[in-house]
């Protein structure tokens, strides 16, 4: 069974960067799709981006051009880089599958951008 921790949240000012980290206990090798989503107070949660097993990406509109997916499947960590934040980015950031799978839905890290 995968168990998926995530770290890397905090508190930042709009502008500033943060980098984010998927730890997987068990293996995700290069077969699986890997997401980041998030999910602001009273919205739903939403894909923000993912990688495929071969490093192909695809990012929301919203943070395109800001964010950064990325893995390392040796490590079985899966990364985003945030750069440029905004307060509308301030949510609790998860990563799972993508399509997501529901047991490997983890505790996420809070990132809050404000001044």
């Known amino acids: 069974q995968v168990q998926l921790v995530e770290s890397g949240g905090g508190l930042v000012q709009p502008g500033g960067s943060l980098r984010l980290s998927c730890a997987a206990s068990?293996?995700?090798?290069?077969?699986?799709?890997m997401g980041w989503y998030r999910q602001a107070p009273g919205k739903q949660r939403e894909l923000v981006a993912h990688?495929?097993?071969?490093?192909?990406?695809n990012y929301a509109d919203s943070v395109k051009g800001r964010f950064t997916v990325s893995r390392d499947n040796a490590k079985n960590t899966v990364y985003l880089q945030m750069n440029s934040l905004k307060p509308e980015d301030t949510a609790v950031y998860y990563c799972?599958?993508?399509?997501?799978?529901?047991?490997?839905w983890g505790q996420g890290t809070q990132v809050t951008v404000s001044s």
């Open positions: 990688i495929t097993g071969g490093g192909g990406t």
């Open positions: 799972n599958a993508f399509p997501a799978y529901p047991p490997w």
């Open positions: 068990g293996r995700i090798n290069s077969i699986y799709t």
